[in-house]
Nanobody
């Protein structure tokens, strides 16, 4: 059974940093596109960052220059380094793994709460 387990969330002051991790029990992890989404209070779930199987990355405009997504295929883990955090970054952050255009290979973690507040 596929599992994605996020960790690293918590309470941080504005301007602070956190690093999220997502450990995946996926065979052939390296071929998956890995994504971080977030869902703030009363908001829809939005895509934050993507890293492809070839390690190319994309970011939502709201986090460009502040967040960095990376992956370690040897550890089946994807990371999200979050710097210069703002109160608007408060959300539950979800890890997602998928193989684009292939049905049946789309998995989600349970989410980790990030709260940015003084």
């Amino acid at each position: 059974q596929v599992q994605l387990v996020e960790s690293g969330g918590g309470l941080v002051q504005p301007g602070g940093s956190l690093r999220l991790s997502c450990a995946a029990s996926l065979a052939s992890f390296s071929i998956y596109e890995m994504n971080w989404y977030r869902q703030g209070p009363g908001k829809q779930r939005d895509l934050v960052a993507t890293i492809s199987s070839r390690h190319s990355t994309n970011y939502a405009d709201s986090v460009k220059g502040r967040f960095t997504i990376s992956r370690d295929n040897a550890k089946n883990t994807v990371y999200l380094q979050m710097n210069s955090l703002k109160p608007d970054d408060t959300a539950v952050y979800y890890c997602n793994a998928k193989i684009p255009l292939v049905v049946g290979h789309n998995y989600w973690g349970q989410g980790t709460q990030v709260t940015v507040s003084s």
